[in-house]
């Protein structure tokens, strides 16, 4: 299995939707085993499908590479020897294949109407029989089927399976998983309509390509059998096969909208961190060892190794990516967090003013350990962005107890006759005030924060003091 080929390694998207959890893991372990190897790492469009791609969804996929920090080497937009990396672009090369394939023989025409398959199928069924094709085309002479093809018959080629052969494929997580050929139907490679299927394609690309380890999901070892029987037919050196497991929601099934967002663009707009996904993403089925959580690109391609992948599902922890989540966000310095901060703050509508950048610094330092997503931290500091505050029910309490109203106007005397704003060591001023006006904190504290922000949580009242301002502060505590 391994030689002194140069390491190429693709992630061959389908431009139909938007890039899947899934498809995000296995981009990021072809690319940090192409990164670890000084490989090259391709991104293949796999577009053949014209009625379900879209331009967007193109578009959408290549943005999520970028932001979890996954750059290729070759493909859309940044070109290369190999190409076009666009399998709509690559239909001269698929319709020689078939052509090649027809002299050669593992290609044969099948005239078979769909009513004759989808009959033979329900049959063999029924008899609890391999529903597959029997073959029926496949002893038609050279000269018949040119002759049929001629005259405008509609056909389908199909492969041809060889009778009597076993295909071991060598997996890297796996091990040897071993099929026979009579597993293998006469599959479709290209369609009545022309259409090359999904294996006659990835099978000619991967080739042309010279692409040496196919890393993809484990849902694809059932098409590995085919596309291993294509690289024997073209007389090519069969890649390497890398299948990694599956990705399962902490139902212990299937990934699916059920228990998370699966498209990585959810997370971007959520205010995920992007390295703290891409973090993630590196353990679903993948360890550097028995104890390190959290570790950046750099560290994953120094330790990548294709044999620390496991063959077991690798669970969606949504738990783990949060407590992720929050690491990365604390350990962010307050100027780089603000900057990953300000899309979120533009987004939620607040202006901050040219002059003001010290202030948001100061701001998000004050909520750093507080917010888990970036998503939080505009609703958290809206009281200052906003010109009044919006009262919530425990805040709305606070304000309505006893002597509430009294205490207020006694802190604005007290702050007004300060001459220090906040009063210095905001802490035991406030403790000496509570002890002489007799006065338990919380019935001190709670009001004021009610008043300053809505909201009974926050960060320390003298800090929310200094953030707002005297003047700000003095206006709010007077407000009724
Ligand atoms: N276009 C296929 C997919 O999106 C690629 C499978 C493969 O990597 O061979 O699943």
Redesign the pocket.
């Known amino acids: 299995m391994s030689d002194s080929r140069p390491i190429r390694v693709?992630?061959?998207?389908?431009p139909t939707g938007n890039l899947h959890i899934g498809?995000a893991r296995?981009a990021l372990f072809n690319w940090a085993f192409a990164r670890k190897m000084g490989g090259s790492f391709i991104l293949r469009i796999?577009d053949t499908d014209r009625e379900r791609n879209s331009q967007e969804s193109l578009d959408s996929i290549l943005n999520s590479l970028r932001w979890l920090g996954l750059d290729w080497d070759e493909g859309p937009e940044v070109g290369g020897d190999f190409g076009p990396y666009s399998q709509s672009e690559r239909s001269e090369c698929y319709s020689s294949a078939a052509t090649k394939g027809l002299e050669e023989g593992w290609l044969y025409r099948c005239f078979c109407s769909p009513e004759r398959i989808q009959k033979l199928k329900e049959e063999k069924l029924a008899a609890k029989e391999n529903p597959h094709y029997d073959r029926c085309c496949r002893a038609l002479c050279r000269e018949e089927s040119s002759l049929r093809s001629e005259s405008g018959e509609s056909f389908v080629l199909r492969f041809s399976v060889p009778d009597d052969e076993e295909i071991i494929i060598a997996d890297h997580v796996r091990g040897e998983v071993k099929f026979h050929s009579s597993q293998v139907e006469d599959w479709v490679a290209v369609r009545s309509t022309g259409m090359p299927t999904?294996n006659f394609v990835?099978a000619l690309d991967?080739a042309a390509m010279e692409i040496s380890h196919?890393i993809?999901?484990e849902?694809?070892l059932v098409?590995t059998p085919k596309q291993v029987l294509m690289s024997r037919a073209l007389g090519l050196q069969e890649p390497d096969f890398v299948h990694v497991p599956l990705i399962l929601g902490q139902d212990g099934k299937k990934l699916s909208k059920r228990t998370g967002d699966t498209a990585v663009g959810d997370y971007k707009e959520k205010g995920y961190p992007p390295e703290a996904l891409f973090n993630f993403l590196s353990l679903l089925g993948f360890s550097i060892d028995d104890e390190t959580t959290i570790f950046g690109s750099e560290k994953l391609v120094s330790a990548f190794e294709l044999s620390r992948i496991n063959s077991s599902g690798a669970i969606f922890d949504t738990d783990k990516l949060a407590w992720i989540c929050g690491d990365y966000i604390r350990a962010c310095s307050a100027e780089a967090l603000t900057e990953r901060l300000l899309p979120f703050i533009k987004r939620a509508g607040f202006q901050v003013e040219e002059g003001e950048e010290e202030w948001l610094l100061r701001v998000v330092a004050s909520y750093q350990e507080r917010i888990g997503l970036y998503s939080d931290f505009p609703e958290m500091a809206s009281w200052l962005f906003e010109g009044s505050v919006e009262v919530d029910k425990k805040a709305a309490k606070a304000l309505r107890a006893d002597g509430a109203a009294a205490v207020l106007m006694e802190i604005v005397k007290r702050l007004e006759a300060e001459s220090n704003f906040p009063p210095q060591e905001f802490d035991s001023w406030i403790k000496s005030l509570s002890e002489e006006l007799e006065i338990g904190m919380g019935n001190l504290m709670k009001p004021i924060r009610a008043r300053l922000a809505g909201t009974l949580g926050g960060p320390p009242v003298g800090e929310m003091m200094a953030l707002l301002g005297k003047e700000k502060t003095l206006a709010r505590l007077q407000a009724t």
């Open positions: 693709r992630f061959a998207p389908s498809g296995t796999e999904y990835c991967d196919v993809r999901g849902e694809h098409n």
